[in-house]
């Protein structure tokens, strides 16, 4: 017998609003929905742990809105970690409000802030990253006297980058009987101190963090680092995808992996935290609008933002955090689509991957490497010669030029080699144990073999 599919109206949602949410296309609702709303009309405080695209916004949302009163001042404040997510999440909810007479102010950094003061004097509810919150509270723009509903939403990422105590200094005016709600991945240390300070008995509401296995398949390829960039291009050539995020640990490899494809002929954009807010919404309306397919991502890509549709993840490095493997996967196969996550896997990665595997259950087969061919990687070292031209060559940097080796390889100089591992192991074997992953982790009897010898390195 089929189990009878859940609605809004089952979860007591206002009629208004349920009609809003169809219009919007959203009929069903999510796992964390499902548990969340009932508890917010309860009045309890609520912890939600549910990864990014489970419907974490419509969760909060719909019950914030359902309680606040028009022209009755600031009654909901919602912090997000960074600015694009703060839009996101007012964009939401101005879309949902539509029919009700609210005001919603969203503020942040680095614009000015007397337009955001005049919103707020005619808003009900406010949503903002922490940093510029604070600074209105303090000024005496933002009055939170009346306030009954607090959102703490990505509050496992606002603690990673050191939010604590701002959201304490937040708390403190707020009125005692005030509701709190907790979104995140996970529960941190710093999280549940939050938790058993200020929160009042909250009930958890807790969807599946993981995709469903028969939807995200995931793979990786043991390469070695000189390798890596070559074999991506052919990969990227290879597959065939829709929305693409390749995803790098840091900056400067965002930007290098960028320019590299770009000269390969590969239509793609980069967005990094460096950034500025206006050029990381465009880039992002530009992929979501189908205008370029390629993006490549640092880690403030994988978290909170409204990116649809990707069909492929590609992991060029990993991330320190084995969380972070966990929410850059999760881009994809999403609302019920399928999707395919694809780890470049060099030496330097290997003890990052261990960390995931200890921490996370995932189910992921290697695959063998195919022939591609090799290109060559423009260094950012070689961007300035290239630059400065001659007189870079000659007389910068040292007086050196860079060796190109033929312009055969993945990495054409000798700085290049030393710094991403021009002599990579061979195959996937722990540091000096020579344990081997397949017999740690239990993978596939393909992941059990050891990588066939790779050919001369270029």
Not at 13 to 39: A, C, Y
Not at 356 to 366: A, G, L, N, V, W
Request: with cysteine.
């Amino acid at each position: 017998m089929n189990e009878e599919k859940k609605s809004f109206d089952m979860l007591n949602v206002k009629p208004e609003i349920v009609e809003i949410l169809k219009n919007d296309g959203i009929i069903e609702p999510t796992s964390i929905q499902e548990q969340t709303i009932p508890l917010v009309h309860n009045g309890n405080d609520v912890i939600g742990i549910s990864r990014t695209g489970s419907g974490k916004t419509a969760a909060f949302g719909v019950p914030l809105l359902e309680r606040v009163q028009a022209k009755q001042g600031v009654q909901s404040l919602i912090l997000a970690p960074t600015r694009e997510l703060a839009n996101q999440i007012s964009g939401e909810l101005k879309k949902w409000s539509k029919n009700l007479n609210l005001t919603i102010a969203t503020i942040f950094g680095g614009v000015a802030m007397d337009p955001q003061v005049r919103l707020i004097a005619r808003s009900e509810i406010v949503v903002g990253t922490p940093g510029r919150v604070l600074d209105l509270l303090e000024r005496g723009y933002l009055d939170l006297s009346k306030l009954t509903i607090f959102v703490l939403d990505e509050a496992d990422k606002m603690v990673e980058m050191g939010f604590i105590e701002d959201i304490e200094r937040i708390m403190t005016p707020m009125p005692q009987d005030r509701q709190i709600l907790l979104f995140g991945a996970t529960i941190s240390n710093e999280v549940d101190y939050i938790k058993k300070k200020y929160m009042n008995k909250p009930a958890v509401a807790e969807a599946e963090l993981r995709v469903e296995k028969d939807l995200l398949k995931q793979y990786y390829y043991n390469v070695q680092m000189n390798e890596k960039f070559s074999l991506l291009v052919h990969l990227l050539k290879k597959e065939e995808t829709g929305r693409v995020i390749i995803f790098c640990s840091k900056r400067s490899t965002v930007e290098l992996v960028n320019h590299n494809l770009r000269e390969q002929g590969i239509k793609c954009e980069m967005i990094h935290g460096k950034m500025t807010q206006n050029k990381r919404l465009n880039v992002i309306e530009r992929f979501n609008n189908g205008k370029t397919d390629y993006l490549v991502a640092s880690a403030v890509a994988a978290r909170g933002l409204d990116i649809k549709d990707v069909t492929h993840v590609f992991n060029y490095d990993l991330s320190s955090d084995p969380q972070e493997y966990i929410h850059r996967v999760g881009r994809t196969a999403r609302a019920g689509e399928s999707g395919k996550a694809i780890t470049l896997l060099s030496q330097q990665d290997h003890e990052s991957f261990y960390g995931i595997f200890d921490r996370h259950k995932i189910d992921i087969t290697e695959l063998p490497l195919e022939d591609f061919k090799k290109l060559r990687f423009q260094t950012r070292f070689e961007q300035r010669n290239d630059r400065f031209g001659d007189r870079g060559q000659r007389g910068g940097f040292n007086g050196r030029r860079p060796q190109h080796g033929g312009g055969r390889g993945g990495f054409g100089n000798r700085r290049s080699n030393a710094s991403h591992g021009h002599r990579g192991g061979h195959g996937f074997r722990s540091g000096g144990s020579g344990e081997n992953l397949a017999d740690k982790y239990g993978l596939s009897e393909r992941s059990s073999r050891r990588s066939p010898a790779k050919k001369k390195s270029y």
